[in-house]
């Protein structure tokens, strides 16, 4: 597996692929990489001839007095694993060549960044739309494949790849999920062994109110309500509320495709997890 960590390098792989026919398949990460990621680079394999993928911890979408410099970092074990899943290259670029000095431009969409983790982390999704258009256009892949988990990111960057017309294919993959339905996420790892068990009620949470859903309710107050009654005490809810599965809108009906977002507080840990209402 090559490491790329310039520009120049990056561009030397991605020539040589287009060179060779080949269709590149993207997955872009901030590393400490779990079973979710690599999910996404098979089905990257499945969409592509070749697979890269970036360990890159975006500084943009982190606010003021979140967990940047203590975000998770295991570069020899990302490696690792790349490697043994078949990458073929991972591009590990630093703050400085992806922001150099006098860097001004932001990609901001509008509308659907409003809500849920837009209302909680204002600027994040700014941040993370100005470094996937950048990924994208330094890797120019065929193909880029972002994880349900983030669903609202993964709105986000359909609906900026549709604005702006981008040559890039979108995918992507189901939550992976830990035994007892835990969403795999890097963060996990800041969980106190208390935060962790009191952590598993919320995907036991928004699976009952998926299954009364399945059962007929259909009021999305007394669906969220259910949710909430069946999280663990310790729980902190930032947000937990039925959406419009497109448009991210509020809803009052359960008359469309919907979908169960949250993101909840073990102690200092926000989880995030969704679930389709359809
Ligand atoms: P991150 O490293 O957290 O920025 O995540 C990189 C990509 O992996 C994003 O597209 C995430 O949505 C995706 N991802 C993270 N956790 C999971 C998971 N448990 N299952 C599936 N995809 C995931």
Do not use: W
Not at 78 to 93: H, I, M, N
Request: charged content about 20%.
């Amino acid at each position: 597996m090559q490491r790329l960590r310039t520009l120049e390098a990056i561009h030397a792989f991605t020539q040589a692929q287009r060179a060779a026919g080949r269709r590149i398949g993207f997955v872009p990460t901030m590393g400490a990489l779990h079973e979710g990621h690599l999910s996404l680079i098979d089905i990257a394999a499945r969409h592509a001839d070749v697979v890269l993928a970036s360990v890159f911890i975006n500084p943009l979408q982190f606010g003021p007095g979140e967990d940047l410099a203590r975000y998770p970092r295991d570069e020899a074990g990302d490696l690792d694993k790349l490697q043994s899943r078949g990458v073929a290259a991972a591009f590990l670029p630093t703050p400085e060549i992806m922001y150099p000095p006098g860097s001004q431009t932001r990609v901001r969409v509008e509308g659907l960044t409003a809500p849920l983790c837009g209302a909680a982390r204002p600027g994040h999704f700014e941040g993370v739309t100005t470094v996937v258009l950048k990924l994208l256009m330094i890797t120019r892949c065929d193909v880029a494949i972002f994880g349900e988990k983030d669903y609202q990111q993964l709105a986000v960057i359909r609906r900026m790849v549709m604005d702006l017309n981008l040559p890039v294919e979108i995918c992507s993959g189901p939550i992976v999920r830990e035994p007892d339905g835990l969403a795999m996420s890097s963060r996990n790892a800041y969980l106190s062994a208390a935060a962790r068990a009191a952590a598993a009620s919320l995907p036991r949470a928004l699976g009952e109110a998926a299954a009364a859903y399945a059962a007929g309710q259909r009021d999305p107050r007394a669906l969220e309500a259910l949710a909430r009654a069946a999280l663990h005490p310790m729980a902190r809810v930032d947000y937990l509320e039925i959406r419009d599965a497109l448009t991210l809108d509020a809803l009052n009906a359960l008359d469309r495709p919907a979908i169960l977002a949250a993101a909840v507080y073990f102690g200092q840990t926000r989880l995030l997890d969704n679930v389709p209402l359809a």
